[in-house]
């Protein structure tokens, strides 16, 4: 069986745990809390020399991190991944797109304001932060103004690396309200069979 060390806020943990649903695959679950430093033990290390999460062992051992490279390796052969060629170099454009302009920036924002991690020093860069997110949701906003999803008019791991993080931005103080055609895809998204919360409903 697949085996999954995270972090449960993580966004980035989040693509594949709704992947691994969508696609009905059973895993393992393994907590790993980065609050408490426990991506950066050396048994950690072994798994990923990056000390980040998410980590997705394989049945053989192997080992894949990375949020985005799981995803395609979940996707390979399934209706997540396109098989036309010229759709899945789109799928990796919007990836890539999320790792460099938007992860970044409303990620990293919602993980200071959550965690108490906002401290003065950070101000300036917070505000770089926002701007920068902001311009993402941007680019995303015109895309989808004609579009129903990201690549094809089919939902993909193109959605769901984007819906990560942008469905809890108003987490890192980004007014989502902004963007309507955003909005709509959030609701597509949501409506998605297979579908689970980014965190554990509350008992």
């Known amino acids: 069986m697949l ?56 049945e053989n051992g192997a080992f894949v991190p990375e949020s985005n490279a799981i995803l395609c390796y979940l996707a390979e052969g399934t209706k997540l991944m396109p098989s036309d060629r010229y759709e899945r170099a789109q799928v990796l454009q919007w990836l890539f797109f999320e790792q460099y302009n938007h992860e970044p920036n409303i990620a990293t924002a919602r993980y200071w304001l959550r965690h108490g991690h906002l401290t003065p020093s950070r101000e300036p860069l917070f505000a770089q932060k926002r701007l920068a997110g902001y311009a993402a949701l941007g680019v995303m906003e015109g895309h989808l103004a004609s579009r ?56």
Do not use: M
């Not at 993580?10 to 393994?30: C, F, H, M, T, V």
């Not at 890192?172 to 579908?195: I, M, N, S, T």
């Open 3 to 58: 085996r999954l060390y995270d972090f449960y806020d993580s966004g980035n943990g989040y693509k594949a745990r709704l992947a691994l649903a969508q696609l009905d695959i059973p895993y393992e679950y393994i907590e790993i809390d980065i609050e408490k430093g426990e991506s950066r033990t050396r048994e950690f290390l072994a798994r990923n020399p990056n000390g980040r999460i998410p980590v997705l062992e394989l």
């Open 148 to 203: 129903t999803f990201f690549v094809g008019e089919r939902y993909s791991i193109a959605d769901i690396a984007l819906y990560a993080y942008t469905h809890v931005g108003d987490q890192g103080g980004f007014e989502l309200k902004r963007y309507p055609a955003v909005c709509a895809w959030l609701d597509r998204v949501r409506a998605q069979p297979g579908h689970v919360p980014l965190l554990k409903p509350q008992s």
